[in-house]
């Protein structure tokens, strides 16, 4: 089975933008703010829809209810949802301070568990993110700090450069500062629990909700400080997990990326340059994302000038 690419959905966020047009080169939706572009998703409320090829129009739910082993792998059950949320960030202003559920009270909650990971493919001076908490800062400090619109001092602020990395799992307090463009690596949720908004009004002019007593229940008011991941190399580990694995690939001219037939289905996420599959012909620009299927054999080489890929794998829990 050859690679399957899906069309994006876009969603309007407060916080969004036009960024997808200038960055990626996507046609947008006129007149609407769009903050997130979701890129392979397998939810009841949405369903990537395939873009080109023998599958073109086919929803993700069909072909793994129709071609499972051939996708997934013969383990893999196919009324299963597909396991990973693929998503683009455009961040023109700051989120919400914000946290996912551990997947411990997820469901005590009605929510479900969110382990992300967020690679910073463009970003403007100054840029940051906001990530777990200040040395010293306490639950009842965090608690007294909503109260008096404190909360900023008790979170810490990171400066980001352009190919830099972030892992937040379930419980792990954050917020994305404004000048991002960002793709990220998720569970399969749709779970977040606003603490904060800065005070800021949706796009209906209203407050947005927060989630004052689920946030609570959620942080890990043990985890401070964590560092930011500056990758080096033609090829590092960005995250390990129980629900997914993600590495960074610098894809030199002359060289090839090859994955055998037979191991496991993979994500392949374009974040610099383009990338031709050889034995397709398929062409990946950036902005592009990739289901590699299982029985597939799958190469790539730079399409002229170097070329940057994310490889997301070990996901199906086989």
Same mark, same amino acid.
């Given at each position: 089975?050859?690679?399957?690419?899906?069309?994006?959905?876009?969603?309007?966020?407060?916080? *969004?933008? %036009?960024?997808?047009?200038? =960055?990626?080169?996507?046609?947008?939706?006129?007149?609407?703010?769009?903050?997130?572009?979701?890129?392979?998703?397998?939810?009841?409320?949405?369903?990537?829809?395939?873009?080109?090829?023998?599958?073109? !129009?086919?929803?993700?739910?069909?072909?793994?209810?129709?071609?499972?082993?051939?996708?997934?792998?013969?383990?893999?059950?196919?009324?299963?949802?597909?396991?990973?949320?693929?998503?683009?960030?455009?961040?023109?202003?700051?989120?919400?301070?914000?946290?996912?559920?551990?997947?411990? $009270?997820?469901?005590?909650?009605?929510?479900?568990?969110?382990?992300?990971?967020?690679?910073?493919?463009?970003?403007?001076?100054?840029? !940051?993110?906001?990530? !777990?908490?200040?040395?010293?800062?306490?639950?009842?400090?965090?608690?007294?700090?909503?109260?008096?619109?404190?909360?900023? &001092?008790?979170?810490? @602020?990171?400066?980001?450069?352009? *190919?830099?990395?972030?892992?937040?799992?379930?419980? %792990? /307090?954050?917020?994305?500062?404004?000048?991002?463009? $960002? /793709?990220? /690596?998720?569970?399969?949720?749709?779970?977040?629990? @606003?603490?904060?908004?800065?005070? %800021?009004?949706?796009?209906? *002019? &209203?407050? @947005?909700?927060?989630?004052?007593?689920? =946030?609570?229940? =959620? $942080?890990?008011?043990?985890?401070?400080?964590?560092?930011?991941?500056?990758?080096?190399?033609? %090829?590092?580990?960005?995250?390990?997990?129980?629900?997914?694995?993600?590495?960074?690939?610098? /894809? @030199?001219?002359?060289?090839?990326?090859?994955? &055998?037939? *037979?191991?496991?289905?993979? $994500?392949?996420?374009?974040?610099?340059?383009?990338?031709?599959?050889?034995?397709?012909?398929?062409?990946?620009?950036?902005?592009?994302?990739?289901?590699?299927?299982?029985? !597939?054999?799958?190469?790539?080489?730079?399409?002229?000038?170097?070329?940057?890929?994310?490889?997301?794998?070990?996901?199906?829990?086989?």
């Amino acid at each position: 089975m050859n690679i399957l690419v899906f069309e994006p959905i876009y969603q309007e966020r407060v916080w *969004g933008g %036009r960024g997808f047009a200038e =960055s990626l080169g996507r046609q947008l939706p006129e007149g609407q703010v769009i903050g997130e572009s979701w890129e392979m998703v397998d939810r009841p409320e949405a369903q990537s829809l395939v873009s080109t090829g023998e599958f073109e !129009g086919k929803s993700i739910r069909e072909i793994i209810e129709t071609h499972c082993a051939q996708v997934m792998g013969p383990s893999y059950d196919a009324k299963k949802p597909f396991p990973i949320l693929v998503k683009w960030l455009d961040c023109q202003d700051r989120l919400s301070l914000q946290v996912h559920p551990p997947a411990e $009270i997820a469901g005590e909650l009605g929510g479900e568990p969110k382990t992300e990971n967020w690679y910073i493919v463009d970003c403007k001076p100054g840029a !940051g993110l906001l990530v !777990g908490l200040k040395k010293g800062a306490t639950r009842e400090a965090f608690e007294e700090s909503l109260k008096d619109d404190s909360t900023e &001092k008790l979170v810490q @602020r990171i400066p980001v450069k352009i *190919g830099d990395s972030m892992f937040v799992y379930s419980g %792990r /307090i954050h917020a994305i500062d404004a000048g991002n463009l $960002i /793709i990220e /690596i998720q569970q399969n949720s749709d779970t977040t629990y @606003r603490v904060y908004d800065w005070g %800021r009004v949706g796009l209906d *002019g &209203k407050p @947005r909700k927060l989630h004052v007593e689920e =946030s609570l229940k =959620s $942080i890990d008011f043990a985890d401070f400080e964590p560092p930011i991941l500056h990758p080096e190399g033609d %090829r590092q580990t960005l995250a390990r997990s129980d629900v997914f694995d993600l590495a960074r690939v610098n /894809i @030199r001219k002359e060289q090839s990326l090859d994955f &055998k037939a *037979g191991e496991q289905p993979r $994500i392949l996420s374009v974040v610099n340059g383009t990338v031709i599959e050889k034995n397709s012909g398929t062409k990946l620009a950036k902005g592009t994302n990739a289901l590699l299927p299982f029985d !597939g054999c799958f190469s790539f080489v730079s399409d002229g000038d170097d070329a940057t890929v994310l490889i997301t794998e070990n996901f199906t829990g086989a």
